[in-house]
Antibody, heavy 119, light 113 residues
Framework: QITLKESGPTLVKPTQTLTLTCTFS??????????VGWIRQPPGKALEWLAI???????RYSPSLESRVTITQDTSKNQVVLTMTNMDPVDTATYYC???????????WGQGTLVTVSS | DIVMTQSPDSLPVSLGERATINCKSS????????????LAWYQQKPGQPPKLLIY???TRESGVPDRFSGSGSGTDFTLTISSLQAEDVAVYYC?????????FGQGTKLEIK
């Protein structure tokens, strides 16, 4: 059974760096083709794809956020970490991590974590 | 980036009636080498993460009721709910995974008329 869970601060101040952790079970990021992505959703708004990391450490980023976002993995801990610098109130959103196999859809999602950016 | 545009933004439908949601991509998401459309549909209910309904444009995810169906190819896609049930009230998103960033549509809010 595949599960994912996001964790991290619920409140960050403007200009600070956000670090979110996705802890997963039921699959291995060492398995060929497997990837874990991050998606966010501002309150009442649409989903926005942020980044993805694959089993071979291939990483892809949204061009609009690439200068601010870093995705890494810790396969020993079954975790994927998203770092976003220079946070702004417009980055207030629920952040989700999700599983995929190969170049495909997200079939399993975490419950999401709401991050508020405010002074 | 590939822009995904859904229509309508909001859709009121009577219980038992058909609901049709459209999704248009700014460029084709059909990969010619395998003849697959890299297009998925998700359902999101309030306070919940998105749930995968359809992938490869027309393949229903395991456990999804057969009243949900997907169709289309290239740049134009449709999600159809053949007979609306109360539990289908949600926001529906299309997503292309043909190229990164794997963009989503703006969502269609399906409600009971």
């Amino acid at each position: 059974q595949i599960t994912l869970k996001e964790s991290g601060p619920t409140l960050v101040k403007p200009t600070q760096t956000l670090t979110l952790t996705c802890t997963f079970s039921g699959f291995s990021l060492r398995s060929s083709g497997v990837g874990v992505g991050w998606i966010r959703q501002p309150p009442g708004k649409a989903l926005e794809w942020l980044a993805i990391i694959y089993w071979d450490d291939d990483k892809r980023y949204s061009p609009s956020l690439e200068s601010r976002v870093t995705i890494t993995q810790d396969t020993s801990k079954n975790q994927v970490v998203l770092t976003m610098t220079n946070m702004d109130p417009v980055d207030t959103a629920t952040y989700y991590c999700a599983h995929r196999k190969g170049v495909s859809y997200f079939d399993y999602w975490g419950q999401g974590t709401l991050v508020t950016v405010s002074s | 980036d590939i822009v995904m545009t859904q229509s309508p933004d909001s859709l009121p439908v009577s219980l038992g009636e058909r609901a049709t949601i459209n999704c248009k991509s700014s460029q084709s998401v059909l990969y010619s080498s395998n003849n697959k459309n890299y297009l998925a549909w998700y359902q999101q209910k309030p306070g919940q993460p998105p749930k995968l309904l359809i992938y490869w444009a027309s393949t229903r995810e395991s456990g999804v009721p057969d009243r949900f169906s997907g169709s289309g190819s290239g740049t134009d896609f449709t999600l159809t709910i053949s007979s609306l049930q109360a539990e289908d009230v949600a926001v529906y998103y299309c997503q292309q995974y043909y190229t990164t960033p794997n963009t989503f549509g703006q969502g269609t809010k399906l409600e009971i008329k």
